[in-house]
């Protein structure tokens, strides 16, 4: 059974914390993302990146970094937590390019809190 | 990606089909049509894509118009299970230089009554 893993189910941290999600992957994808979802503004997308050490803005970057150091991790960092940055982060991968009409696998999410 | 167009929200009687309709119209000859769900709490979940002939799979089925401008996804058999926002994506399956994330639109949401 494929798996996209999330380290945290439920977050609180604190207005200045440095915070980092964690996302583990089991199927060898190449392609991997961030999202954040709000109450009508759908699922936006933060960053995502296509190889090891490699690394794409999406739409939304600003306050925030990413890390991709092993193929099957991909950790999503907050420099200095804001309230702003209270959602849910959802973390997908999907195989590489070349394999038309692939799908993404979704994490279960992260619903983070910064008070 | 193109956009899409979608209900923001829809009922459908349990055991009836569902009939979700989903606008594109500005497509182009290489995109795909995905359709998507999230059940409340959960991470969204893959359920059918097509180019341009109906496909068909356990989940659901999918009609594109032969001018592909527009798509419905058929759930056949609803169940309250299927209460859930689903969202109708557009894209080019490994376009560019590298990876292409999903871009979500708000979706609809599919109630489904006892």
């Known amino acids: 059974d494929v798996k996209v893993t999330q380290s945290s189910r439920y977050l609180v941290k604190r207005t200045g914390e440095k915070v980092f999600l964690e996302c583990v992957q089991d199927m060898d994808h190449e392609n991997m993302f961030w999202y954040r979802q709000d109450p009508g503004l759908g699922l936006r997308l933060i960053y995502f990146?296509?190889?090891?050490?490699?690394?794409e803005k999406g739409d939304i970057p600003e306050g925030y970094s990413v890390s991709r150091e092993k193929k099957e991790r991909f950790s999503l960092i907050l420099e200095s937590a804001s309230t702003n940055q209270t959602s849910m982060y959802l973390c997908?991968?999907?195989?590489?390019?070349?394999?038309?009409?692939?799908?993404?696998?979704f994490g279960q999410g992260t619903r983070l809190t910064v008070v | 990606d193109a956009k899409t167009t979608q209900p923001p929200s829809m009922d459908c009687a349990e055991g009836r089909a569902a009939n979700l309709p989903c606008n594109h119209s500005t497509i182009s000859g290489n995109e795909y049509v995905y359709w998507y769900r999230q059940i409340h709490s959960q991470g969204p979940q893959y359920i059918i894509h097509?180019?341009?002939n109906n496909e068909t799979n356990e989940m659901a089925s999918l009609i594109i118009t032969e001018d592909r401008k527009s798509s419905t996804l058929i759930l056949p058999h609803a169940t309250l299970r299927d209460t859930a926002v689903y969202y109708c994506?557009?894209?080019?399956?490994?376009?560019?230089?590298?990876?292409?994330?999903?871009?979500f639109g708000k979706g609809t949401h599919l109630i489904i009554q006892p």
């Open positions: 097509g180019l341009k």
């Open positions: 997908a991968s999907r195989p590489g390019q070349g394999l038309v009409g692939t799908e993404a696998f």
């Open positions: 990146s296509y190889d090891v050490k490699m690394k």
């Open positions: 994506i557009v894209r080019v399956p490994g376009s560019g230089g590298g990876a292409d994330g999903l871009t």
